[in-house]
């Protein structure tokens, strides 16, 4: 009998896949817009940050790690109490994805708002939305301790 790859290790791969995808799409958009502002002769200027645009996106960047922080709080409080490992592997994958979007949104807000604003320097907040996507990687201790399921 041929030996088949446990599903949940696939399952796992493809949110680390996902995982991923989401970081390189922002890292392309930001990188291409960036090379845009460049071609136009825009200087990076920290004393622009103080400009609406950039005080906007400040705020929205963290707002939007505020709120995937308290929505993966509140989602992994109500992990649901059963055997069904399907029922936990939805939860966890769609806790993951809730608190990816939020990040996910924050960052791209904070890229177009700095392009608008034709100031480089914008770009450093949404590095910050970078580092705390990164850091919202899916972890295989992670759900083996609170899910109970072994990837």
Known sequence: MENLPNSKTNDF???QIMHGAL???AIL???MLGFMMSGDGAVADFKGLTSRMLQIAAIVMVVEI????L???NRQSSIP???DQAEKWMHYRSSCILRWACLEGGILICVVLSFLEQNPAGLSIAAVGLVFLFL???SKEFVE???GIKV
Not at 66 to 69: D, R
Request: proline share 4%; hydrophobic share 50%; aromatic share 12%.
């Open 13 to 15: 791969q493809q949110l």
């Open 29 to 31: 958009v930001s990188i």
């Open 145 to 147: 301790e609170h899910y």
């Open 23 to 25: 970081m390189v799409g």
């Open 66 to 69: 505020a709120l995937s922080f």
């Open 136 to 138: 919202a990687r899916p």
């Open 81 to 83: 109490i059963t055997n």
């Open 71 to 73: 929505l993966w709080q």
